[in-house]
């Protein structure tokens, strides 16, 4: 398992911690590497889902437009913001270094994803 770091927090997620770990299963059957790399984008996101990002958001709007919640509202605001787009980059870069692995050990890509 990667380190996750603060649970409100997505982990950081790099092209080494992926390879790692799809190397890790010692395995060229792509249902078992297709399986790996969703579970590390699930332990990315862990309690920092899209539920909360846009949680964050909303309620950070409506803070905001209640001008007395504005010293609250625009900062859960744009942490929410960030935390949408920090799980998009981890998504991002675990599909890329997954298909640069597949690749690699000449396994498909659609027998992976299927």
Known sequence: M?????PLVPGKLNRQIVI???KGTGSSDPDVLYTRKEELIADMKGAASNFRAWALIVSGAVLTLLVIGAP??????????WMKAKLKRNTA???AAFSEYVDSIGVSKQAAAL
């Open 72 to 81: 609250v509202g625009i900062p859960a605001l744009l942490f929410g913001l």
């Open 20 to 22: 790692g770990a799809l």
């Open 2 to 6: 990667a380190h996750t770091g603060h």
């Open 93 to 95: 870069i675990a599909e």
